[in-house]
């Protein structure tokens, strides 16, 4: 395998503005398809309610505040055609309001009329009496434009909880799937791209993916289809205003084109740049003890600051960009207002357009632009979800899986009911190409065998160990289980049978109890008691102010290293395993610890079979079998007194550390 295999950073990314990624994307909406569909056609009765309430303000002002002059439009020169209020003679109170202004009504039969630049020099009383039904005409357009807009927010409200709801899910289903997979991959896929990163995928890239589904149905639907809906609306109040008005729209399409092609590349520098502060950020608090140790901080401060006025550098260029298309937009939005005032004005005051129209129109086109000016926004979002949607699908595509086994003819799998015997058959394991760490490895391990494996620093002891869970699969020969290959069983089936203390015990963030017997067959409170008192943790939870309940913190950091393996041998009790897998890290104990870590060994490989990595040859004497391993071979194998005795390899290690604490570390 190459180094770099399935190493992935953000600068190898592809084409992450490529819709095609969508597409991935639907089996995850397949679930709440119908939810999808409430809320598109919530999204359309909104469109239609926005879209109402402007040709409402035009009824009022149209038919009860302006009304337009009788008749047809006089197209002679000279000034506008004189506005009339019509007055019904037939109610007497309106007949009576008439009769105290003699001179200003005309009266034709039962009709009076009274000019519209006359009416001021009437009392507001009388004028009220005389608009009464202008009036109710104008109350009843008051209330439905309220009912509208009741109608609006609720509509939003129900239209935002189900698109959050079932955004929520989706990215709760794709979450989970990414949780999933990440769980999967072998080993080698962690060694190879940092904790930040991956950390990076599962929250914010999934979150991205969420404003995509939330904003991008939003522009889809309800943006498109109110542009769409005003477009027509205009088309069909005034045809010649709204072509005036669309004169700008060359403007707006070049202006978003020029600014989708200038920041794209903006946005995925900032990407980047995020990513990579995320990675130096978790790695200097992963690293703080060396850090302080050896007076770095102000080396690793120089880094960051360099990675941080990077991003400063791309923010600047980023609001740079923003600083011209905002304004621009605006400027074009006044520039249509402009445009609509100018030329609806004069077909105002020429009578081929009302007053009302000409107001719907100004309304028509502030809508209009509203989506416009939200353009770069959502653009930010789309580039930014469209290159998370690559990263995660890039972690989905990876491949470095263990193989499990496909069944078989006979469909069940071999069973497993106990290991009597695990053989290594000519077994070579690598790394990386060209540099072998094991080399024809054979040896057989039988039930109820206790074999230590020993030999200096990079000899290969905790890679052996690494394969028999099957955490690598060998490049060479077998690992043989009862006689099967290795390969030929599920994971789950002989992992469940084996515990790993490994030589740095991992602890969760959680308390004792929980790392203990969380995973373990639901052991009850005598059986908890005993698994304590055996792995010897009866001091370390005596004297802990909430006993095995106390939460350790992270990776058990408030607890000394030789606490946290009697906390590992502890778990590997509640498993009852049939085989144990010790990688012993005794180095920096100090005595008294080790020898609980001993006792608590002694009692968990009782009646088991264990092998076990020594870095200490003190801890191995009463081994059955030793296995001596130097760069990668087992040189010599036997008994530590058959071993003593030809005075080899195991002799020279031996005689490297009597008595005096030295140890060999992994």
Not at 454 to 468: H, R
Request: aromatic share 8%.
């Amino acid at each position: 395998m190459r180094p770099d295999q399935d190493y992935f950073e953000e600068t190898r990314l592809g084409k992450p503005y490529d819709l095609r990624l969508l597409r991935r994307l639907r089996p995850f909406t397949r679930p709440h398809r119908r939810r999808i569909g409430w809320s598109v056609g919530l999204v359309v009765l909104i469109t239609l309610l926005d879209l109402a309430l402007p040709y409402v303000t035009k009824l009022a002002i149209d038919r009860y505040i302006v009304p337009p002059a009788a008749g047809a439009p006089d197209t002679r020169p000279g000034p506008p055609a004189e506005r009339y209020l019509s007055i019904d003679l037939s109610d007497p109170a309106a007949a009576a309001v008439v009769g105290k202004y003699p001179g200003l009504a005309g009266i034709d039969g039962n009709t009076a009329r009274i000019a519209f630049a006359d009416l001021p020099r009437m009392e507001p009383a009388d004028l009220a009496r005389l608009r009464q039904n202008d009036l109710a005409g104008l109350t009843v357009l008051a209330a439905i434009f309220l009912v509208l807009v009741i109608l609006d927010f609720l509509l939003n409200f129900a239209q935002a909880m189900v698109m959050e709801f079932a955004g929520q899910r989706m990215m709760h289903d794709l979450r989970m799937r990414l949780y999933g997979h990440i769980q999967n991959l072998s080993l080698e896929f962690f060694t190879r791209n940092p904790v930040g990163r991956l950390v990076t995928r599962v929250t914010s890239d999934i979150q991205n993916m969420y404003e995509l589904f939330t904003s991008f149905v939003s522009f889809l639907f309800k943006d498109l289809v109110l542009l769409a809906g005003i477009a027509a609306v205009m088309l069909a109040l005034n045809w010649r205003l709204a072509l005036v008005t669309f004169a700008v729209l060359p403007l707006v399409a070049a202006a978003s084109i020029g600014f989708s092609k200038h920041a794209r590349d903006i946005f995925r520098i900032l990407r980047v740049q995020v990513a990579e502060i995320n990675t130096r950020f978790s790695e200097t608090i992963g690293g703080m003890r060396v850090l302080q140790l050896f007076r770095q901080e102000a080396n690793n401060s120089r880094r960051f600051a360099a990675l941080n006025h990077e991003n400063y550098l791309a923010g600047m260029r980023q609001i740079r960009v923003l600083a011209v298309f905002l304004p621009l937009i605006e400027v074009l939005a006044v520039i249509s207002v402009a445009l609509i005032v100018w030329y609806g004005g004069n077909r105002v005051l020429d009578e081929s357009l009302s007053l009302g129209a000409l107001v719907a129109f100004v309304s028509y086109i502030r809508m209009f632009y509203r989506p416009l000016r939200d353009l770069a926004e959502k653009y930010n979002i789309v580039q930014n979800a469209m290159a998370s949607a690559e990263r995660i699908f890039l972690v989905l595509d990876t491949t470095t899986v263990l193989p499990q086994p496909s069944l078989p003819p006979g469909g069940r799998f071999p069973e497993l009911d106990r290991f009597e015997e695990i053989r290594f058959d000519n077994v070579d394991f690598r790394y990386v190409t060209g540099e072998p760490v094991l080399k024809q490895v054979c040896f057989n391990l039988r039930r109820g065998e206790t074999v230590a494996v020993v030999g200096a620093t990079g000899a290969g002891k905790t890679s052996l160990i690494s394969l028999i869970p099957r955490l690598y699969d060998p490049t060479g020969g077998r690992i043989l289980l009862n006689g099967r290959d290795l390969r030929e069983y599920p994971s789950a089936v002989f992992r469940d049978k084996m515990a790993l203390v490994m030589q740095e015990p991992f602890l969760f963030s959680g308390t004792i109890r929980e790392n203990v017997f969380d995973g373990a067959d639901g052991p009850a409170t005598v059986r908890a008691e005993d698994v304590i008192a055996a792995a010897n943790l009866n001091g370390l939870v005596g004297r802990l102010p909430h006993g095995l309940d106390t939460v350790l913190g992270e990776s058990g950091s408030l607890i000394s290293s030789g606490e946290r393996q009697l906390i590992a041998i502890a778990r590997a009790f509640a498993r009852s395993p049939q085989l144990i897998l010790f990688d012993e890290a005794t180095s920096y104990i100090d005595s008294q610890t080790e020898l609980l870590i001993q006792q608590a060994l002694e009692r968990l490989m009782r009646q088991r079979t264990a092998l076990v990595v020594a870095h200490r040859l003190s801890t191995v004497r009463n081994a059955q079998r030793i296995l001596v391993m130097n760069r990668g071979r087992i040189i010599e194998s036997g008994s530590h007194p058959e071993l003593m005795a030809r005075q080899g390899f195991y002799y020279r290690l031996h005689q490297a550390q009597p008595g005096s604490g030295l140890g060999l570390a992994q």
